[in-house]
């Protein structure tokens, strides 16, 4: 069974920081593509951002130079770093595991993000 769990979401004010942790089972992480994303109410999910299992990361334009996508294969974890954190970033933050053995997508159940003074 494959299980993904998220933490660190919280309410921050305008310019803070937060980070998110997402633990992922030992039988996939290390065969993952491991990204982050997100959803506001009424809008679709959203790529924010993504690590391959060489550690090559991209970001979406939008938090591209806020935002830090990390993995820690030893803790199979995946990070997301959130800094300068704006009203518009208030989502709920989901964690993905793209298997590259089955080809299989797997999410975790959310976090979420509210920043707001």
């Known amino acids: 069974q494959v299980q993904l769990v998220e933490s660190g979401g919280d309410l921050v004010q305008p310019g803070g920081s937060l980070r998110l942790s997402c633990v992922a089972s030992?039988?996939?992480?290390?065969?993952?593509?491991m990204a982050w994303y997100r959803q506001c109410p009424g809008k679709e999910r959203e790529w924010v951002a993504g690590v391959t299992r060489g550690g090559s990361r991209n970001y979406a334009e939008s938090v591209k130079g806020r935002f830090t996508i990390s993995r820690d294969n030893a803790k199979n974890t995946v990070y997301l770093q959130m800094n300068n954190l704006k009203s518009e970033d208030t989502a709920v933050y989901y964690c993905?595991?793209?298997?590259?053995?089955?080809?299989?997508?797997?999410w975790g159940q959310g976090t979420q993000v509210t920043v707001s003074s």
């Open positions: 993905r595991a793209l298997d590259a053995s089955s080809g299989y997508t797997y």
């Open positions: 030992p039988n996939i992480f290390t065969s993952a593509a």
